[in-house]
């Protein structure tokens, strides 16, 4: 799964990569070290312009009325009614540097790319006053399988304007939705204090050698 995650980057390090203007966000400035459901994530669309980048609340309010859905399994998003229409014709990219999983004994673990570029989440986005977007899943591969049966959808930045193409054919996008291989990623043990969603500062994403937490972190 993906909930919670960093962003190294500035706002002006990522508009320069990417070559897309991105915004900054009154309520999530970069860089973000502690990223949780249900606030703004920078992220990028395309429209017949070309990419546009752009600020969304990072959650959908679920239609039993429980909470926000802040992911989508690649695998079915096609199929379920809550995210097809998004699936089909609004993809988006939600940037970050790395995401935050858990492992018995509670311990949080940070996963980064092995060659230090951001980090592009396959994402779905709707539009409006307040627009809005969750973060597609997949399984996850090899090594990383040790941490979490499930990680974010990484893309590479090569094949960004496809993922983003809203007339990709349904089978292109099931393609699409291959999970990253294990190879492509670090991680190490992050602070224990990651789990408190008031804490943000560039040591979260350090490695860690301390004992490992006692309580449950609340991701929200």
């Known amino acids: 799964m993906c909930g919670r995650f960093a962003n190294r980057f500035t706002a002006s390090e990522l508009t320069t990569i990417f070559k897309t203007a991105i915004p900054l966000s009154n309520s999530q400035p970069l860089p973000a070290y502690n990223i949780t459901p249900g606030v703004h994530v920078q992220t990028i669309t395309a429209n017949p312009s070309g990419q546009v980048g752009g600020v969304m609340h990072w959650g959908l309010a679920s239609p039993m009325g429980k909470g926000l859905l802040i992911n989508a399994r690649g695998e079915t998003m096609q199929e379920k009614q809550t995210f097809r229409e998004a699936a089909l014709a609004r993809r988006c990219a939600v940037l970050a540097s790395g995401w935050y999983e858990w492992k018995a004994p509670k311990q949080p673990y940070y996963i980064s790319r092995r060659d230090e570029a951001p980090m592009i989440f396959g ?21 990383l399988a040790q941490l979490h049966h499930r990680a974010p959808l990484v893309i590479d930045q090569s094949v960004l304007e496809r993922w ?21 990623f670090n991680w190490h043990p992050a602070p224990p204090e990651v789990g408190n969603n008031k ?21 929200f």
């Open 199 to 219: 804490v943000n500062h560039a040591g979260l994403i350090a490695p860690y050698d301390g004992p490992a937490p006692a309580v449950q972190p609340s991701l």
């Open 164 to 184: 983003l193409n809203p007339n990709l054919s349904p089978s292109a996008i099931e393609e699409m939705t291959i999970p990253a291989e294990a190879e492509q």
């Open 123 to 143: 994402g779905l986005y709707w539009a409006g006053e307040t627009p809005r977007c969750v973060i597609v899943t997949t399984t996850a591969e090899g090594d």
